[in-house]
């Protein structure tokens, strides 16, 4: 099949002198001498075995086999510009999947993605959410995030990336029908929680030396983000990690009834494959920048009250 191809660069060097009717012109577009158009036309002539050009002093006009010839070629290069220009505009940016929890995509990593895409364009975030113990093999990720180092992969390093806390969150609104002045006071509350973090408010207790009520009302959610949904329309208080609070608190939709009570929680770790990419490098130097530019934010923040 390839032997009955002619020789493209002189099919490509035909079209553009047959659309001019010019070797001068022709030379000009392509940045060639016109000696280099006037070969390579002579070498499409010998492997067609037909004149293509009928040769003048200042025009080439075409052959009626050139006239032939030149419908077809023209036909298909257009074919092949435009097979091109699809395969470009439909080509796949280099992407980056970050394995997360449910609630840290939706409540910290996702309202961030638009900072990372805004300064790497070229570079597509995926996120990929689960709650099982992350397995590269199983998983496919570049990176992942989890809190603490437990059940992380003999092939994944398990790296620091920031710290984390927990604390008491509310609707203005409950707090202001029925104040929370002390750990005493939340007896008359409804206590919300999330699956995975059903031992927090026992924790929570025993870390200020008070002796969980049996008789205390909560309410279980399947996912923390969930939990704060409920807070925030005033079902009750929320027990919440600092890093899932995204703008809540700034936002005023929630507040802090007793926040000089905040137990520390284990920090959050990162890892990337062991086949990591460019783009997860990239990914992870965003990360650790945005992390420290938000620090620095709120130290000027607590500065400044």
């Not at 993605?113 to 113990?133: K, R, W």
Request: net charge neutral; hydrophobic share 45%; glycine share 4%.
């Amino acid at each position: 099949m390839n032997n009955q191809l002619p020789p493209l660069n002189a099919v490509r060097a035909f079209a553009v002198a047959a659309r001019h009717q010019s070797f001068a012109l022709a030379a000009e577009e392509l940045h060639v001498s016109h000696s280099a158009v006037s070969r390579h036309i002579k070498l499409l002539e010998e492997h067609l075995g037909v004149l293509l050009f009928e040769r003048r002093t200042r025009q080439s006009l075409l052959t009626p086999a050139g006239q032939r010839f030149y419908g077809l070629v023209s036909a298909g290069l257009a074919q092949i510009a435009n097979a091109a220009a699809e395969l470009k505009r439909h080509a796949a940016l280099p992407v980056v999947k970050i394995n997360v929890r449910p609630s840290f995509a939706q409540l910290w990593l996702e309202p961030r993605l638009a900072d990372f895409m805004a300064q790497y364009p070229g570079i597509t975030p995926q996120v990929i959410t689960q709650t099982q113990a992350p397995d590269h093999v199983r998983d496919g990720f570049d990176i992942v995030i989890r809190r603490g180092r437990d059940d992380w992969a003999p092939a994944i390093e398990a790296r620091p990336l920031f710290e984390d806390e927990l604390l008491l969150v509310a609707a203005p609104s409950l707090i202001e029908q029925q104040p929370l002045e002390d750990l005493a006071g939340l007896d008359r509350h409804t206590l919300l929680t999330a699956k995975a973090r059903r031992e927090d408010w026992h924790n929570w207790a025993m870390h200020f030396g008070q002796r969980p009520s049996a008789a205390q009302v909560t309410r279980q959610f399947d996912y923390m983000h969930l939990a704060l949904q409920a807070a925030v329309e005033g079902q009750g208080i929320a027990l919440c990690p600092t890093s899932l609070l995204g703008t809540h608190l700034c936002s005023g939709r929630l507040i802090c009834p007793l926040p000089e009570l905040r137990m520390p929680l284990p920090r959050y770790y990162y890892g990337v494959a062991p086949d990591v990419t460019a783009s997860a490098r990239v990914f992870v130097e965003w990360l650790f920048a945005r992390i420290a530019q938000e620090e620095r934010q709120a130290t000027k923040g607590a500065l400044s009250t």
